[in-house]
């Protein structure tokens, strides 16, 4: 089992920047890839980017691509999802997850732990 916090949410203006952080516990962490989602109200759940097990490679959805970055640090537990460039279609809540699998996986079904969620609100 591996338990997962999300943090760092808030409320920015268009163009800002925002750091979300994830910090896990249970099992060892560098065992698992780390991918981060979005959900805004009435939308299905997005993939947002992913990163592998060491941290050594990442992948973004194209609707982030130059603007998001995920980092991890594997001796604190934790993931990070750098945003720069805001736009207000980036206000959802964003959420961590976990797989096992070192393939990159986009769908959400295929995570195995997820984290609460944090509000990330973007104004125009």
């Known amino acids: 089992q591996v338990q997962l916090v999300e943090s760092g949410g808030g409320l920015v203006q268009t163009g800002g920047s925002l750091r979300l952080s994830c910090a896990a516990s249970?099992?060892?962490?560098?065992?698992?890839?780390l991918g981060w989602f979005r959900q805004a109200p009435g939308k299905e759940r997005e993939f947002v980017g992913r990163i592998n097990r060491s941290g050594g490679s990442t992948y973004y959805a194209d609707s982030v691509k130059g603007r998001f970055t995920i980092a991890r640090d594997n001796a604190k537990n934790t993931v990070y999802l750098q945003m720069n460039s805001l736009k207000p279609e980036d206000t959802a809540v964003y959420y961590c997850a976990a797989t096992g699998k070192v393939v990159v996986l986009t769908t959400p079904s295929l995570y195995n732990y997820w984290g609460q969620g944090t509000q990330v609100t973007v104004s125009s």
């Open positions: 249970g099992r060892t962490f560098s065992n698992y890839a």
